[in-house]
């Protein structure tokens, strides 16, 4: 294998890393969650899980990654010398195909979006009315199908044309203005007559809304927005250059993540209680909510088609991680050409995104566990196959890799302070763990 592929330089780190973190979990999924889960309590319990949670295990499949230079599987067997524990790697590239046969589907609704936007922005349509068409849409056999499959496309080439050169570009220059957007919705929606009460409802918690489901679906929310839990940040980790300190990325990567989730929540809800939308009104809320700011904005058609683009864009620098995962499994332990390998893997992807895509609509009455097969995908990895996971993975770190190794890894082989390194492992070693372990005990006796 010749030299592997870097990314360049502490900003590429930030804004490759960020763009994986930064994505339809933050727009889309965080303020669906929160709706589902009762609010403020949810926004509080998922700020202590990032901290507790997601802090570590970024960090430690961040270094991990860089320890082992290569992808998630191989990365097990160079860092441990045996083959025993590649079993997390295969773990996460399975999850990485699971997340991804619904997660595609959802990109393509954002490229539908896009072109309505383009064709009629969306104006004077009323908040039912929005509501009717996204729901006429997503049960269409074929239009989000079509372009699920466009997305997947876009994505395989991406991928397929290496991740530095098309990836760290476009995120330099896109995450900046998506962040920009987000804050320009933020101050409509706040101003918005009757918008108050959405406030109230995201920043007041309601503490009898707290359950033991919550808080698991509060873990597998952080998870599922810091790109963790699956290997994902370990490959990433593998293409981060020596003299970057881990350290201050992950704690960059983390903020910024955290921040868009807050500030699009900010931007949805004081719409969902202006206009008497239900709060738990589930995947839809995003595609219902934001086009009626952009109907009370002045230039809100250029806004629209600016958003859902760059919202593309961030479901797209994100998907690609995804796909990296399995791409860099394929190419590197079977020993198949890159380019095949993204291949292979979006057909597999598009397949298991057919079947998502039609569980919501002409297949909607098979059930798996009373799941469409569509929130089985979201519901099974974020909730199960990540934390579990993750728990393994920073298992793995915490008492295999040891104190010395991980030590000279967090300061660039005693170049840098690492003056965190005994919070953090004490972190990894036992509170990481035993929260995770807690919410998930919690979480089965209170399902029986
Ligand atoms: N974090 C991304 C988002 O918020 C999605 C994502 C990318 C992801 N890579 C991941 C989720 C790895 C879990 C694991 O949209």
Redesign the pocket.
Known sequence: MGKRASFGGRLGVLLVAAG???????I???PCELGQNGGGAFLLIYLVCAVVIGLPIMLAEFSLGRMGQSNVVGTFRRVSGTNKYRWIGYAGVL??LL?MGF?GVVCGWTLDYVYQAVAHGFSSMTSEELSQSFKDFSVQPVRPVLWMMLFLTINCVVVFLGVKEGIERTSKVLMPLLLLLVIVMCVRSVTLPGGSEGLRFLFEPDFSKLTPQVVLNAMGQA????????G??TTYGSYIGKDINLGHSVLQVTIL?TMVSILSAVAIFPVVFAMGINPSSGPELAFITLPNVFNQIPGGYIWAILFFLLLSI??LT??I??LE?ITAFVSEELKISRKKSAVYATVLIMILGVFASLSLGVWSEYKIFGFSFFEFLDDV?ARFV?PLTGLSISWFVAWKVGRKRLEKELTNGHTIRAKYLGVFLFLLKYVTPLAIIVVFLNQTIDFF
Do not use: E, K
């Open positions: 994986s973190a930064v994505g339809l979990g933050n889309w999924r965080f999850c990485a997340i997660y998870f599922f927005s810091l790109s963790l839990g699956m994902c940040m993540d961030a479901a994100s998907a991680s995804l995962v990895t990540m």
